[in-house]
DNA sequence: CGCAATAA
DNA sequence: TTATTGCGG
């Protein structure tokens, strides 16, 4: 997923640790989708099974939306979630390549259920997650009712994100993945979440929010511009060309990059011949210039108590206690927010 | 993952 | 108050 081989280039002088608290009073544009496949793939009992209503329909993103989404507000951080809209043609056959994967997995977490191998189902479970229509609109609505703004992007929703905080109306892009950093977001958090402890495999180790600033990851792998990232991901591999260049590894790539300059320029030379699934000046145009969309807001308005119940608890089976706890944190944080907002604005 | 009951 | 554990839906 993502551009996880750049990731591995961007090291630790190019990140900076940070509280929630340090991004108080900022507005944070959120890559939906990236939250509730993360959420999905967390929010499990030990033998792999989702949270689930009395209906069986999988209640886990809803349980981590509803709940990280007051943290962050708690922190004062203005949340705007973005979810992803159409995806460019030349994605079609990665996507396609990933469903195949998740159907095998769907298979092989029956097959585990079926004889028993209960740490495989648990593995598998998380292979297999599809996020559904269902999904996607109950998280919608959640937000809604909660007053907490969301974006519907045209296309990519990394790229309107990034374009949001380009404008300036968002502080960062929030997300694992560093996607966003190709489509020109200044800055992107990582580890967005209250929780300072996680768990990786039997080790539990803190995680706290990461800062990545755009121009200091082009400082630190000395590059001049975000073009020349985006030819760097290229050649590694991005959600549109997974297996980038054949034989080129980071530090080759890197070293390409700085001695030819261009994707371009490599392309006429080193590259003579070298035939690649998807044109690579195309996924280069469309991390430049992604379809985006003007029509969005980042306000936070008031929370529909009423509706918020009607959803959680009976539509939902939400516990009605935990329910009104979490409503009182949302509408006390929300208020602060309000009142910050004005008073960085006067 | 994040909450909440419980232990220390 | 902080750390641990198990439940939530």
């Avoid at 974006?151 to 929030?174: F, K, T």
């Avoid at 630190?220 to 511009?225: D, I, T």
């Amino acid at each position: 997923m993502g551009v996880t081989e750049l990731g591995k280039l961007i090291g630790k002088e190019a990140r900076r640790e940070a509280k929630l608290e340090a991004l108080a009073g900022r507005c944070v544009a959120l890559d939906a989708y990236n939250a509730l496949y993360q959420f999905l793939a967390s929010i499990r009992q030990p033998d792999g099974t989702p949270l689930m209503d009395r209906a069986g329909r999988i209640t886990s993103h809803i349980s981590g939306l509803f709940y990280r989404t007051i943290n962050l507000m708690e922190a004062g951080i203005k949340p705007v979630y973005v979810f992803d809209g159409k995806p460019p043609e030349f994605k079609l056959a990665e996507i396609e390549e990933r469903r195949r994967a998740k159907e095998k997995a769907t298979e092989e977490l029956v097959r585990a259920i079926k004889e028993g191998r209960r740490d495989e189902v648990a593995k598998y479970a998380k292979r297999a997650i599809f996020l559904t229509n269902e999904m996607v609109e109950d998280a919608k609505r959640l937000l809604t009712y909660m007053g907490v703004p969301w974006v519907q992007a045209p296309s990519e929703g990394e790229a309107q994100a990034a374009y949001m905080a380009r404008r300036g109306h968002c502080w960062a892009v929030g997300s694992q993945d560093y996607d966003s950093l190709l489509f020109g977001s200044p800055r992107l958090v990582r580890n967005l979440a209250a929780s300072p402890k996680r768990k990786v495999g039997d080790e539990v180790v803190e995680l706290s929010p990461e800062i990545i600033e755009l121009d200091t990851v082009l400082k630190s792998l000395r590059l001049r511009s975000r073009e020349q990232l985006i030819d760097l991901a290229i050649l590694l591999g991005t959600d549109y060309n997974p297996d980038g260049v054949p034989g080129i590894g980071p530090q080759r790539a890197l070293k390409l990059i700085w001695e030819f300059g261009s994707l371009e320029k490599l392309l006429d030379t080193v590259l003579r011949g070298v035939t690649f699934p998807i044109d690579p000046v195309e996924i280069k145009r469309f991390f430049l210039n992604p379809p985006v969309t003007d029509t969005y807001t980042t306000d936070v308005t008031k929370p529909d108590d009423a509706k918020l119940r009607e959803f959680l608890v009976h539509e939902h089976d939400f516990g009605e206690e935990r329910v009104e706890r979490a409503l009182e944190r949302l509408k006390k944080a929300m208020g602060k927010l309000r009142t910050s907002a004005l008073d960085s604005f006067f």
